[in-house]
């Protein structure tokens, strides 16, 4: 009798060591279908993941194999998470005329693809960032670009975007799209740019 | 010393205050475990480092960190905004999440591309270290 129990009591711990699979960690291509890397570290041993597809397992005892399965079981494990996924943040560049606040009027229809981003997402929040070309004081620019930050802004904000999503500062002359010499009248540097998450 | 002393908490504790990342979408039941309290989510919930975002048998939730690193998670998930810390201007910084539960779906953001391994994910038997970009974590019970 006391036999048996020895042997059920080994067969139960055999069962609590035996080495399970607790974790899957699978690496995908991004959305361009870039593929990046994964290290992955458990007590007993390391997977370094850099292929579509690649799979690492990790045991409750932290050994960790190269994963197997295929797509399908993978998909059916995962499709509920992944379907929960935020859009990818976009942004969007916005040209002024020199000196002012006034849109570039090829400007104009992007403006209305911002909105429309806005609008389309869930919680969207917005970080409107305005920059000068190097023409006028640093002072000066500092203040326009944050001019014409608030400008759109305050469109944004007119058209239904909830205040507190929307942020909006300028940075001057200090982080040109195209360098340049000081006092050089440049386009592609009059611009706001404006991130949608 | 005294004076400098408390300025400095104060700093940490606002820096801990702030906000690190947005809830975008919710579905089913989603919580949000900050300081010992359970908190309701909803689309617009402002995460904050230490929190623990927890779904329900039901629960789908999706988030975009402020260093447009995407993450979502599925039913009966448990995950852990352990550290972050961020520099919009240079990009430097570092994130640790841990995954306790469930699954998790993730796209690396500005602090990983910046920096390879400042972005980490620790689950109960590992520790990830991201180099980009988009992957996928199951974490069974």
């Known amino acids: 009798m006391e036999g048996f129990a020895i042997i059920i009591t080994t067969l139960i711990a055999m069962v609590f060591t035996t080495p399970q699979e607790k974790e899957l960690i699978v690496l995908l291509p991004d959305d361009n279908g870039k593929v990046g890397a994964l290290l992955v570290q458990g007590a007993g041993g390391q997977i370094l993941l850099d292929e579509a597809l690649e799979q690492a397992q990790v045991g409750n005892g932290g050994e960790v194999r190269s994963g197997k399965l295929d797509e399908a079981r993978i998909d059916e494990i995962f499709a509920e998470t992944l379907a929960a996924q935020p859009p990818k943040p976009v942004t969007f560049v916005l040209y002024f005329q020199h000196g002012t606040t006034q849109l570039e009027s090829t400007s104009e229809p992007v403006l209305e693809k911002l909105f429309k981003e806005v609008a389309s997402r869930s919680a969207s929040d917005v970080q409107i960032t305005g920059h000068t070309d190097t023409v006028g004081a640093l002072e000066d620019n500092d203040r326009l670009s944050l001019q014409r930050a608030e400008e759109i802004r305050t469109f944004l904000i007119g058209r239904g975007l909830a205040v507190k999503r929307v942020r909006a500062v300028g940075r001057g002359e200090r982080e040109l799209l195209v360098p340049t010499e000081d006092k050089v009248s440049e386009p592609r540097n009059r611009r706001v740019e404006v991130l949608v998450r | ?141």
Do not use: Y
């Not at chain 2, 205050?17 to 919930?45: C, D, H, Y």
């Not at chain 2, 500005?110 to 391994?117: S, W």
């Open chain 2, 1 to 141: 010393m005294k004076t400098l002393l408390l300025v400095a908490l104060l700093l940490l504790a606002c820096q801990a205050a702030a906000e690190i990342g947005t809830v975008k979408n919710v579905s089913g039941e989603v919580q949000v475990e900050r300081e010992g309290r359970m908190l309701p989510v909803e689309p617009g919930f402002e995460l904050s480092q230490d929190d623990a975002v927890i779904t329900g048998k039901d629960g789908r939730v999706g988030i975009i960190f402020i260093d447009n690193s995407r993450f979502s998670a599925g039913p009966n998930s448990r995950l852990e905004l352990a550290r972050f810390r961020f520099n919009p201007t240079t990009h430097e910084g570092d994130f640790v999440t841990r995954v306790r539960r469930g699954t998790v779906a993730v796209v690396s953001g500005q602090i990983a591309k910046h920096t390879e391994d400042a972005m980490k994910i620790e689950t109960p038997q590992s520790n990830l270290g991201v180099r980009g970009t988009k992957f996928l974590i199951q974490v069974q019970e």
